[in-house]
C-alpha cells in the first residue's frame, strides 16, 4: 500500500505516444515515466518497479508480449498491472496480450475516460492484492511466532535448570520456567507480577549494576553464586548464569539458575572431612597449621605473643594394647572433650595424629598463660576416665614454644614444641617444659649420635664387659652381667646411658640387642671350654626385642650355635618392658624359659612394682635397683623398701640381686638382711672378657661373714668433738663393751651396718644432723637398739619430741653423773637382752 502518488510508466517507440499519454494521466495525479523499448521498461522497472504500466504492443526489437510475460515470470514484478495499449482490435491480438500476462488492453487512439478508469480500477486492484499479501504474511508471521513462544515455553519447562526471563528496564521478570517456580514456591502468575529484588538480599542498584555490566559487556557472560529467598521465607542456595540479549530498545536478561545446596553440602562435607580428625572432630593436622599461619599473621600485626602447646599422653600405647583399640579411642575422644573444656574460645585445639594433640594459645599475659593453661590441662587429667566400664588415670607430657620469641613460621614452632614435649617426657613425663635454645641443640646432638649408632653398627664397634655378681653367702662369684660399650672412633668407650635410649627409640635395639645374644653366647661358649669353666652370664634385653625382633630365634640359634647349656644364659629384662606386648613377651618368655633359659627382673622396684602381677612370668631373679641400695644404710624409707623386697621375693622363691653395691656397709647390711647375691662397684667394676677371665681364674671373691669374733656387747659413741669421744670411750672401756666410736651421723650408719651394735650413746649436737635425728632414722631401721642422747645444751624441746615418738629413750643434759650414766648403759644392755 503506497501514499505516495501511483507511478505509471508509458512504454512506447513512439515518442508522441508516450508524451500523449502522459499529458492524459496528469490531471488524475499519477506520476509518469517513459520508456522507448521493450529492453528499456524492463531496465526500468528493475530499478524502480512502478505501480502500473501502459505496454505498446508493436515495437522494433521486444515486443509488448514478450516485455509481459518477462514481467510476470518474476515474482517480484508479477503483481504489477499491466494494460497493453494497441492499435489492433482483432481478437487474437488480445488473446496474446492475455496470455503474456496483460491484465487489460486500451485501443489507439486511446480515449481519456476510458484511461483514467482502467487505470483507476486496476490500482485499486493491485492496492487490493497488495493488501491482502500483507495480511497472509502478517498472519503467517504471528503464527510463527505463536508457535515459536509456544515451543519456546515448552523447551524452557523442560529444562532442569530454572530460567527466568528479566526486563531490565522495568526489572520485573518477563518469562520464568516451570522450574524457577517450583525452586522458589511461586505459580508463574506470581513471578509475572514480581521482579529479582524480591527474592534476592542485592539492593535494586546493586542488582542494576549487576545487569548494565553484563550489557556493557555485550556477549560476556555472569556466573556467580548466590543465595535465593523462597515464597515459604526459606533459602536456597543456587549457581546462577547470566546473559543480556537486545530486546527492540529493551535488554532482556536471561538467568539460569540451578540448584546447589546439595553440592554445597556435599563440599561442605568433604571440605570438614580434609580438614577435621573422624574420631574427635577436632582440626587436624592441615587445618590446624593454617590456623596457626592465620593467628601468626595477625598476631604479628597485634604484638600478640602466641603460643604453641604439643601435648602426647604418657603411655597412651599401654592402653591401646591393653585394653584394646576400641577403648584407647574412646580415651582418644574423652580426653579431646576435657582438653576443649580447658581453653578459651579464641584459642584453637588440634589432634595432630595418634595420642598427640596440639594447642594455639593468643596469650595476653605473657608466657604465664601458657603456664596457667597447662597447670589447667594437668588438673583436668587427674579424675580417672571411665572407659566401658574401665577406670583408667593419664597424664600427659607438653611441649611450650612462643611467638615470637622462639620462632616465627608454625612449621619450626610445631617442630620446638614437639622438642619441649620429649623434654618433658625425658623429666619423668606428667609434666611441661619450655622450648630451650639449648633443646634445638640437643636435637642436632642426637641426630648426629643417631647417624654415628648407625655406622657403629655397620662398622661392628660396639663391644661387651661383664661385671661379676657374687653370693653374699659364699662371698664367690655367681655369674657375670654382660653389659653393652660403644668404642666409638674419637670418643673411646661410650657407656650405654650414652646411647641406649637413641637405639630404643629408633629400633636400632632390635639389631644391636640381637649382636649382643650372639656376642654373649660365643664368650659362655669360650669360657666353658676354658679353664674358668660354666659361668652363667645375664644380658639384658629391651621391650622392642620381644615386639619386633626374633628373640626367642636369636637366642636358641645362640645357644646351638656354641654347644652351650641354657641354663647358663640369663635374661635381664625390666618391669615395664614385661608391661608392654604382654602376651607376646610371656609367650616368648615361656618358651625360652622351658627350653632352661634364666630371667630375672631389673630394675625392680622402680616400676608397676605388683609381685602378684610379675607371677604371670616365669621368673628367677630379682635385682633390686641401684635407686634404692645407695642410701639403704642411712634411709629408713629405701632400708623399708628393701626388706619387703627381699622378704616378698623370698616368700615367691625367687633369688634377690642387689644392685650398686659400693660400701662395706650396704654390703653387710644386704647380707644380714638375707639377701643372695650382691653386684657393684664394691666388688667389681664391668670389665672386658679377658680381665674378668683373669678375676675368675684367681677365683676371687669376697670375704665371707665371720660371726666368731663378733662381741656380745656393742656400744656405739657418735660425738664430733674427739676430746668428748675419747672421754666416753675411756669411761665404758672399764664395762668391757666393744666401744665402736663415729664422728659423724654418716660414719655412725656405716658401723651400724657393718656391726651388731646394741646401745647407742649420741651427741645431740651435730654439724650435718642431729642426735636426734640420726636416732629417729636409727629408730626405723635398727628398731631394737637402746637410743640414748647426751645433749650440752637444754634444747629440750626437740629432746622431748624424740622421746614422745621412741626414737630415744633416755637423755642426759651436760654435767652428767658419770656413774649414773653407767649404770643406765648396762640397764639398757639388760633390756636389749630381755627382748632379743
Ligand atoms: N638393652 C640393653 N641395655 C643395656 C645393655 N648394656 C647395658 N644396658 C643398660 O644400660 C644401662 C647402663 O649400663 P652401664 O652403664 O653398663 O651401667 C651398669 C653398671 O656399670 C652400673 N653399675 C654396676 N655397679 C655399679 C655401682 O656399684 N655403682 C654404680 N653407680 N653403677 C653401677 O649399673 C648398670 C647395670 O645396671 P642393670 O643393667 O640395671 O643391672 C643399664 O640400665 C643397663 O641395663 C644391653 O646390652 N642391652
Not at 508479477?78 to 489492433?88: C, F, Q, R
Not at 491480438?93 to 500476462?101: F, I, P, T, V
Not at 634411709?635 to 640381686?657: E, F, T
Not at 675411756?730 to 650408719?749: K, M, N, P, Q, V
Request: some cysteine; aromatic content about 6%.
Amino acid at each position: 500500500m503506497t501514499l505516495r502518488a501511483p507511478t505509471i510508466l508509458i512504454v512506447d517507440d513512439e515518442a508522441q505516444n508516450r508524451r500523449l499519454l502522459a499529458v492524459l494521466l496528469q490531471p488524475e495525479g499519477y506520476s509518469t515515466c517513459g520508456a522507448a523499448s521493450g529492453e528499456e521498461a524492463l531496465a526500468s522497472v528493475g530499478e524502480s518497479a512502478p505501480d502500473l504500466i501502459l505496454l505498446d504492443i508493436t515495437m522494433p526489437g521486444m515486443d509488448g508480449y514478450r516485455v509481459a510475460s518477462i514481467l510476470k515470470a518474476d515474482p517480484a514484478t508479477a503483481n504489477i498491472p499491466i494494460i497493453m495499449v494497441t492499435a489492433h482490435m482483432e481478437r487474437t491480438a488480445r488473446l496474446a496480450g492475455l496470455d503474456a500476462g496483460a491484465e487489460d488492453f486500451l485501443t489507439k487512439p486511446v480515449d481519456r475516460a476510458e484511461l483514467w478508469l482502467r487505470v483507476r480500477n486496476l490500482l485499486r486492484l493491485k492496492a487490493y492484492g497488495d493488501l491482502q499479501d500483507h495480511t497472509a504474511r502478517l498472519e503467517s508471521q504471528v503464527l510463527a511466532r505463536s508457535v515459536d513462544l509456544q515451543r519456546f515455553r515448552t523447551a524452557m519447562d523442560a529444562t532442569a535448570d530454572a530460567i527466568m526471563l528479566i526486563s531490565r528496564e522495568s526489572m520485573r521478570f518477563s518469562e520464568v520456567n516451570e522450574t524457577a517456580c517450583h525452586l522458589l514456591g511461586y505459580s508463574r502468575a506470581d513471578m509475572l507480577s514480581m521482579g529479582p529484588t524480591e527474592l534476592v538480599k542485592t539492593s535494586r542498584a546493586a542488582l542494576e549494576c549487576q545487569y548494565d555490566a553484563l550489557i556493557v559487556d555485550g556477549a560476556n557472560r555472569d556466573q556467580r553464586e548466590m543465595m535465593m529467598t523462597c515464597k515459604d521465607g526459606s533459602s536456597v542456595q543456587v549457581e546462577v548464569n547470566s546473559q543480556a540479549l537486545r530486546s527492540g530498545n529493551d535488554w532482556t536478561i536471561v538467568v539460569v539458575m540451578r540448584d546447589i545446596t546439595e553440592r554445597k553440602q556435599a563440599e561442605m562435607r568433604l571440605t570438614h572431612l580434609a580438614h577435621h580428625d573422624p574420631l574427635t572432630g577436632l582440626p587436624n593436622r592441615t587445618l590446624f597449621y593454617d590456623t596457626l599461619q592465620r593467628t601468626l599473621a595477625l598476631a604479628r600485626s597485634s604484638g600478640a605473643l602466641v603460643a604453641v602447646m604439643f601435648l602426647d599422653l604418657d603411655n597412651f600405647k599401654n592402653i591401646n594394647d591393653t585394653l584394646g583399640h576400641a577403648i584407647g579411642d574412646e580415651l582418644l575422644l574423652q580426653f579431646s572433650n576435657r582438653l576443649m573444656q580447658c581453653v578459651r574460645v579464641r584459642d584453637t585445639v588440634g589432634r595432630l595424629g595418634g595420642d598427640e594433640f596440639a594447642l594455639i594459645l593468643i596469650m595476653q599475659d605473657g608466657q604465664q598463660g601458657a603456664v596457667v593453661m597447662a597447670q589447667k590441662i594437668r588438673d583436668v587429667l587427674r579424675a580417672p576416665f571411665i572407659l566401658c566400664g574401665h577406670e583408667v588415670t593419664i597424664t600427659a607430657s607438653i611441649g611450650i614454644t612462643v611467638h615470637p620469641d622462639d620462632a616465627s613460621d608454625p612449621d619450626t614452632l610445631i617442630k620446638y614444641a614437639d622438642t619441649a614435649m620429649y623434654q618433658a617426657k625425658h623429666a619423668g613425663r606428667d609434666t611441661y617444659r619450655f622450648f630451650t635454645a639449648q633443646m634445638n641443640a640437643d636435637v642436632l646432638a642426637r641426630l648426629t649420635l643417631e647417624t654415628a649408632l648407625r655406622k657403629a653398627i655397620e662398622n661392628e664397634e660396639f663391644v661387651l664387659h661383664y661385671q661379676p655378681k657374687v653370693h653374699l653367702n659364699s662371698g664367690r662369684v655367681a655369674g657375670l652381667e654382660a653389659l653393652l660399650r660403644w668404642d666409638r672412633p674419637g670418643h673411646g668407650m661410650v657407656p650405654p646411658n650414652a646411647f641406649i635410649s637413641v637405639l630404643e627409640e629408633t629400633g636400632m635395639i632390635v639389631q644391636v640387642g640381637s649382636w649382643v645374644v650372639a656376642q654373649a653366647c660365643r664368650q659362655i661358649g669360650l669360657w666353658l671350654r676354658s679353664p674358668v669353666a660354666p659361668i652363667q652370664v645375664a644380658v639384658n634385653v629391651s621391650g622392642r626385642q620381644f615386639a619386633e625382633g626374633d628373640l626367642d630365634g636369636d637366642i636358641i640359634k645362640g645357644l646351638a650355635r656354641h654347644g652351650i647349656p641354657a641354663e647358663l644364659l640369663d635374661l635381664e629384662l625390666t618391669e615395664t618392658s614385661l608391661m608392654a606386648n604382654t602376651e607376646r613377651t610371656t609367650e616368648i618368655l615361656h618358651r625360652l624359659k622351658q627350653h632352661g633359659v634364666r630371667i630375672s627382673i631389673d630394675d625392680f622396684g622402680t616400676g608397676y612394682s605388683s609381685l602378684a602381677y610379675l607371677r604371670r612370668f616365669p621368673i628367677d631373679k630379682l635385682k633390686i635397683d641401684i635407686a634404692f641400695i645407695r642410701d639403704v644404710t642411712t634411709s629408713p624409707d629405701d632400708a623399708a623398701i628393701v626388706l619387703a623386697i627381699i622378704s616378698m621375693a623370698h616368700s615367691l622363691k625367687l633369688d634377690v640381686v642387689a644392685e650398686g653395691v659400693e660400701t662395706a656397709a650396704q654390703l653387710n647390711y644386704l647380707r644380714r638382711h638375707h639377701c643372695d647375691q650382691i653386684q657393684g662397684y664394691y666388688f667389681s667394676r664391668p670389665l672386658p672378657a679377658d680381665q674378668v677371665t683373669d678375676m675368675l681364674l684367681q677365683d676371687q671373691s669376697l670375704a665371707p661373714p665371720d660371726g666368731a669374733d663378733q662381741p656380745r656387747k656393742t656400744l656405739l659413741i657418735i660425738d664430733d668433738d674427739p676430746f668428748m669421744l675419747d672421754i666416753l670411750a675411756t669411761l665404758f672401756d672399764r664395762d668391757g663393751y666393744h666401744i665402736l666410736c663415729a664422728r659423724s651421723a654418716a660414719e655412725g650408719f656405716d658401723m651400724l651396718a657393718l656391726n651388731e651394735v646394741q646401745v647407742i650413746l649420741c651427741d645431740e649436737c651435730m654439724p650435718a644432723m642431729s642426735g636426734t635425728e640420726f636416732l629417729d632414722k636409727v629408730k626405723e631401721l635398727y628398731p631394737k637398739t637402746f637410743r640414748i642422747v647426751l645433749s650440752g645444751n637444754t634444747d629440750l624441746e626437740s629432746i622431748m619430741k624424740a622421746v614422745n615418738c621412741g626414737a630415744i629413750f633416755r637423755f642426759y643434759t651436760k654435767p652428767w653423773d658419770n656413774n649414773l650414766l653407767r649404770d643406765h648403759v648396762r640397764d639398757a644392755f639388760r633390756q636389749f637382752m630381755a627382748i632379743a
